[in-house]
């Protein structure tokens, strides 16, 4: 695995948290996903890669974030608050059957889809403080990877789905960590005084 490529896409997702990049991710047939708040909030648009045939795949009154393609790109997840707090949801790569993940009170943010299709990692404050989860598509097996009192979050899977990328401030310092796709095995790859 290329861990230098892995870690670039890892910190551009950083970036469109933080506002600096917008989002953007590019499906396997030549599309790209991103959120904008060109229509007075969030919502979720696709568009064909020379930037040509803009569509919104979402719209109502909340913000929908993030989106993420399936393995294939017939399916997206993304990120809403549409229900009150945010949730993960999926829906059609037309932007049909919207269908929610996650039902909690937390905050479930950030939403990545598995380079195999069959699950979904994101993060969420459900436990108290943010942790990485992992869930099957259908919502089911929701299980957290990164039990500990640190803030862990935004993760983003290696291409051969067997490593999940995140920052954590586990060490007094937000870094930026890897661990085997079952949460074991944390590596620390950065050391840095910035806050990332």
Not at 36 to 46: A, F, H, L, P
Not at 92 to 116: E, H, I, K, Q, Y
Not at 139 to 166: E, Y
Not at 170 to 190: C, F, I, Q
Request: charged share 25%; net charge negative; with cysteine.
């Amino acid at each position: 695995m290329k861990m230098y490529g892995f870690c670039a896409f890892f910190l551009v997702g950083l970036l469109a948290v933080s506002g600096l990049v917008p989002a953007l991710t590019d499906s396997p047939y030549g599309k790209i996903l991103f959120d904008s708040k060109r229509s007075g909030n969030y919502e979720i648009y696709v568009m064909d890669s020379d930037g040509s045939n803009v569509r919104k795949l979402t719209t109502n009154n909340a913000d929908d974030m993030m989106p993420s393609w399936s393995a294939v790109g017939e399916k997206v997840a993304f990120m809403s608050d549409r229900d009150g707090n945010w949730e993960i949801y999926v829906m059609n790569s037309d932007g049909s059957d919207v269908r929610r993940l996650t039902n909690n009170p937390a905050a479930d943010r950030m939403p990545v889809w598995s380079p195999d299709g069959e699950k979904i990692a994101f993060h969420s404050d459900r436990d108290g403080n943010f942790e990485v989860y992992i869930m099957n598509v259908d919502g089911s097996n929701q299980v957290n990877l990164t039990t500990n009192s640190a803030d862990d979050g935004r993760p983003a899977w290696s291409p051969d789905g067997k490593k999940i990328a995140f920052h954590s401030d586990r060490d007094g310092n937000e870094e930026v960590y890897v661990m085997n796709a079952d949460g074991s095995d944390v590596k620390r790859l950065t050391t840095s005084t910035m806050i990332l």
